[in-house]
């Protein structure tokens, strides 16, 4: 071969060799199948909050808070805080919350403690309105008075502000309904913030020793609760049971052990009285309350059901302070104790039997559902007319209503009620029923207006 051809071959293959390397890189490159099971999906993204558009430049929330525990149970704790973090579980969630708002909303909190009671509050809260004193822009304090201040038209209705989300589960909209009295109004809020509602919560304890001693099943309450057939005729097989004359003396007094005791008929009444999930007012396609609707046989059942259990031979309700109350039933000398609320589960932990705790019973089987009362000093929150800072307001306390479900209550609830106070699983189940079924509010809010008609 000449060194013509060679070079002729040469070329050729140069050529070829260039076409080839074209055209690998003209043709789309080969990719390996995609495994739907094994590639990344989207990162999901967190929904905005809706909150975080707010900056209310430093403003001061004034907040007037009831420090006051003379009938039952204060929430204090759970809306102001000691102020910092000391390790306890409840006392940290409280200040990370606050915290937490306030960074969000670039707000501080100003508290002024309210050391009034039952009666003295309304006289003190309606002087400063009627004054025109522009001092706070909450007031957290009994639902009583503040009702009755509302019926005067104290405070604001906030049923139509924009930033409150009362369908959220962290407002108590059944139980705020219940408060409305013209139309669509809303002058008091009941969301997780105003932990007093739950606290307060009227709840039944007993001796699960006592229990077992009459039915031979310490869990006999609790299993009645959650077939639904715990009522108030099964409430009074137990009670009437559960009396011995333990001193001997052949008289029915204190050193026994009584089937119930409580403090008075009148406070501890008021459980008994609602749980019958009676309609207490008629109302108009508004929402308006149109008049009463206790003129029923229902109504007149629950009135003979009270009767029945205030005057068994087996009630003691004759304690005339909650102190002795508390220590008779710790004593083991009563199978139930009544004008007990849940805030009050600490006070049995050093017992040296087992506390259950129930839901109060139905009227009747027919009932479809259990309901907790709460009590007419249970702390809820308004909005004073004077205030000056409205809207500002309005943000904190939904933005503290939505924090507290996110912190608080789980470190209360789960952490302080569940584990931390309750000695057998099936308590967690009886606080979900009690929590969830905190509804009537109306008789106890109103019922000064109502005795005066």
Avoid at 31 to 54: G, I, Q
Avoid at 149 to 171: C, I, K, T
Avoid at 244 to 273: E, H
Avoid at 341 to 355: I, K, L, M, P, Q
Wanted: with cysteine.
């Amino acid at each position: 071969m000449n060194k013509t051809t060679l070079r002729a071959a040469a070329a050729l293959l140069l050529f070829a060799l260039l076409l080839s390397f074209i055209s690998c890189g003209d043709k789309p490159a080969e990719t390996a199948p995609v495994n739907p099971e094994t590639s990344a999906a989207p990162a999901e993204t967190e929904p905005a909050d809706p909150l975080a558009s707010y900056d209310l430049g430093g403003d001061v929330i004034r907040i007037y808070t009831s420090v006051d525990a003379t009938d039952a149970t204060n929430a204090n704790a759970l809306i102001e805080g000691s102020g910092e973090e000391n390790g306890e579980v409840v006392n940290d969630a409280v200040y990370k919350r606050n915290l937490d708002v306030s960074e969000l909303l670039n707000i501080n909190y100003e508290f002024t403690h309210a050391n009034e009671d039952y009666f003295s509050v309304q006289p003190a809260i309606q002087k400063i309105v009627l004054a025109g004193d522009d001092v706070y822009d909450l007031i957290v304090n009994d639902i009583y008075p503040l009702a009755n201040l509302a019926l005067e038209g104290m405070f604001r209705d906030v049923s139509q502000n924009p930033v409150f989300d009362f369908e959220a589960d962290y407002w108590r909209r059944e139980y705020m309904k219940d408060l409305s009295v013209v139309g669509e109004t809303q002058f008091i809020m009941a969301g997780d913030y105003f932990m007093d509602v739950l606290c307060s919560a009227h709840a039944l304890y007993f001796n699960k020793q006592l229990i077992e001693n009459i039915k031979g099943d310490p869990d006999y309450v609790y299993k009645l609760v959650l077939d639904g057939e715990w009522t108030t005729d099964a409430f009074l097989g137990v009670s009437s049971a559960g009396y011995q004359d333990l001193n001997g003396d052949t008289k029915r007094n204190r050193g026994d052990i009584w089937g119930f005791s409580c403090i008075g008929m009148w406070g501890a009444a008021v459980p008994f009285m609602l749980c019958g999930d009676l309609e207490f007012v008629s109302r108009d396609e508004s929402g308006g309350v149109t008049g009463y609707a206790l003129n029923n046989e229902r109504a007149a059942k629950a009135l003979s059901v009270m009767k029945d259990i205030f005057y068994d031979d087996a009630a003691y309700p004759d304690f005339t302070d909650i102190p002795s109350m508390v220590s008779n039933f710790a004593s083991g000398l009563s199978v139930f104790v009544g004008y007990q609320r849940v805030g009050d589960f600490d006070s049995y932990r050093d017992t040296e039997f087992d506390v259950g705790i129930a839901p109060y019973p139905k009227l009747d089987a027919e009932q479809e559902r259990y309901v907790t009362a709460t009590h007419d000093t249970t702390e809820i929150g308004v909005i004073p007319i004077t205030s000056s800072k409205y809207d500002s307001a309005c943000v904190a306390i939904e933005a503290l209503c939505r924090e507290t479900e996110r912190t608080v209550l789980p470190a209360y609830y789960e952490t302080a009620l569940k584990i931390k106070y309750a000695r057998d699983d099936i308590t967690s189940q009886m606080l979900d029923i009690i929590r969830g079924n905190i509804r009537v509010s109306f008789p106890t809010a109103y019922n000064g207006y109502m005795n005066s008609d």
